[in-house]
């Protein structure tokens, strides 16, 4: 029995695949929505000044296999 997200929950995870310097997110997850599925991709960036990282979102629709 696979993990079903509830409306309005998401689950972000480390993304395993992204490497330091390139363009890949560092984590990446699903978002449900209002009964749609949405795909979650963040990048941590480093804070300013000496202050925390801070995380770079994006979210789009997911993609139907």
Same mark, same amino acid.
């Given at each position: 029995? =696979?993990?079903? $997200?509830?409306?309005?929950?998401? =689950? !972000?995870?480390? /993304?395993?695949? #992204?490497? =330091?310097?390139? /363009? +890949?997110?560092? #984590? &990446?997850? &699903? $978002? /449900?929505?209002?009964?749609? !599925?949405?795909?979650?991709?963040?990048?941590?960036?480093?804070? +300013?000044?000496? +202050? @925390?990282?801070? !995380? =770079? $979102? @994006?979210? +789009?629709?997911?993609?139907?296999?």
């Amino acid at each position: 029995m =696979s993990y079903e $997200l509830k409306d309005g929950q998401a =689950s !972000l995870f480390v /993304n395993d695949y #992204h490497k =330091s310097g390139d /363009n +890949k997110p560092t #984590h &990446k997850g &699903k $978002l /449900n929505l209002g009964g749609t !599925l949405y795909e979650i991709a963040a990048w941590e960036k480093p804070g +300013k000044d000496g +202050k @925390q990282p801070w !995380l =770079s $979102l @994006q979210v +789009k629709p997911a993609q139907q296999a």
